[in-house]
């Protein structure tokens, strides 16, 4: 059976598409831009001009996204998370910025919000591969790439092409496999 | 306080429930499916009989899915991945087809949609676990069965039991422990 | 263009908040609570009082939660979960409680719910960082903390720190550094 359902978008005046499911806070949206279903874009937050927010999106209180931006599906930005123009975001990124919570600092009684906060930086044109995760306090340096499931915990510079956690294990691991013969 | 809130589901000529919540652009459903609430299921996307599609799960353009499949929820699978019947997916199951974001060669101006494309396969009888993560262009063999966490960028054989990164790490850890002794 | 849609909350008598997004499905809720937009709470789920079930989170049947419980959004919570007074879930949180499925045990032909149930349990006061995931039938001790992308398969004793399997591959890579002087 051919299914059709619950499809509507709202058009803003200035040729913003947003899904009557989104629920937006106070926010600022720009030009040409389109909010998927089931995002949540929190007080404070700006979304610049022709940039798109993938479903199931949560931006935090303060996110600031640049110009030309994509998110793809199911990402966390924490509070005051700054995007700068033409970047890129895969599938399931999630970051934190709060690092006692993040590493476990703070003993037996959770805070509760609103967290001390250590925010996160993407600089002009990063591209982020599919599930990476961010530490609290981060700056990823313009043009930087992130592959698939990178987890990044300190600054990276510049034009950067990270393979994270991952690509470190696989190195570990041709360096395993050759040692018995080596010894 | 017990409580009961939004948990209609229309149900269609072919005993096929969908959550009205759920988002369906030009997709076909086949029969005794479920099709639980806050899904988005994209243009072309075909739904064959006897399966269930999870919560938050977003199937892009051209998704097939086979008989019998279940899907756990907060899963993405990219344009045009391919599921045979029997097949089963654990929850935040992750994916990109496309080589060029996924593995971050594209330089400083990030494409837009539509991406080139690299699709995913998953032959009959698959079992995924829990946050698998697969790369672009991979086929996962027949019967192939992946443990939580697996990320897999090549190829599996039909009738794999693949622990993917992390079996090798916990595989690289034991080595390690052992070693001083050794030498 | 500033803007404002879909910020809804249904107010109980007992001073928690209910986002009207959210499906309850035969559940118990105690005072004081925050349910966010998104929220999937199945049945014979219990909330106690003063907890937060952030947005996109799925609790499965029988998950029960305790007092001053925080949850960051997209958490998957599987059948019979146990969580105790004062613990904190940060973003992406990822479980299972079926081991034939998680291991990948039971051949070709996958199981339908209900699965044979090995819940999780949560002491109190533990801590659980971002993008955190834990096998089947595991307890995670009181007061305990688990770093970002920790994933844990066996018990955790209480007032641990775990860094997961990220810790350990850190761990391994200075090892590795060193070696090749060493030798």
């Known amino acids: ?20 499911s989104a629920i937006l806070v106070d926010c600022e949206i720009g030009k040409n831009c389109i909010i998927a279903p089931f995002v949540i874009i929190n007080m404070s937050c700006k979304i610049d001009d022709n940039s798109i927010i993938g479903p199931y999106n949560v931006l935090e209180r303060g996110v600031s996204v640049g110009k030309n ?18 970047c890129f975001f895969g599938p399931h990124f999630s970051c934190a910025n709060d690092k006692e919570i993040s590493y476990g600092e703070h003993g037996t009684s959770p805070k ?7 925010p996160i930086t993407f600089e002009r044109g990063c591209t982020i591969g599919t599930r990476c995760t961010i530490a609290p306090g981060v700056t990823i340096g313009q043009g930087s790439r992130l592959d698939m499931c990178s987890f990044i915990t300190k600054n990276v510079k510049p034009f950067s092409h ?6 470190l294990v696989a190195k570990l691991i041709r360096t395993m496999e050759t040692r018995p013969d080596e010894i």
Not at 69 to 86: E, K, L, Q
Not at 112 to 118: G, M, Q
Not at 162 to 167: F, H, I, K, L, Q
């Open 1 to 20: 059976m051919l299914i059709k359902q619950n499809t509507d978008y709202n058009l803003t005046s200035d040729d913003t598409k947003i899904h009557k």
């Open 69 to 86: 931006v994509t998110i793809a599906p199911h990402g966390v930005f924490a509070i005051d998370t700054m995007i700068a123009d033409n």
């Open 112 to 118: 509760k919000l609103p967290y001390i906060e250590y």
């Open 162 to 167: 990270m393979r994270g956690t991952n690509e």
